[in-house]
């Protein structure tokens, strides 16, 4: 069983910083695709970006040119690192690995005041 854990959430005004970090368990992290997905108050969970096992990285519109997604193979971890932060990037995020079955983390909550 994979299990993910986020954590970096937490309280920024806007204009600010913000990194996320997921641990994953499991000895097979580098062959995987990792994403980070958000869920705002009423609306759908989202897509916001993704590094693929060959480190090839894709974002969201709203989100390039302000998150970089990296990962670290020798320690099981994908990393969201977010500059000017807005208030409308206020959500919940995920951590997601992919492959034949996905596994989700339990969300860390990120807020953005204005």
């Known amino acids: 069983q994979v299990q993910l854990v986020e954590s970096g959430g937490g309280l920024v005004q806007a204009g600010g910083s913000l990194r996320l970090s997921c641990a994953a368990s499991?000895?097979?992290?580098?062959?995987?695709?990792m994403s980070w997905y958000r869920q705002a108050p009423g609306k759908e969970r989202e897509l916001v970006a993704t590094i693929t096992a060959g480190n090839r990285q894709n974002y969201a519109e709203s989100v390039k040119g302000r998150f970089t997604i990296s990962r670290d193979n020798a320690k099981n971890t994908v990393y969201l690192q977010m500059n000017s932060l807005k208030p409308e990037d206020t959500a919940v995020y995920y951590c997601k690995r992919g492959g034949l079955v996905f596994y989700w983390g339990q969300g860390t909550q990120v807020t953005v005041s204005s």
């Open positions: 499991g000895r097979t992290f580098s062959n995987y695709a």
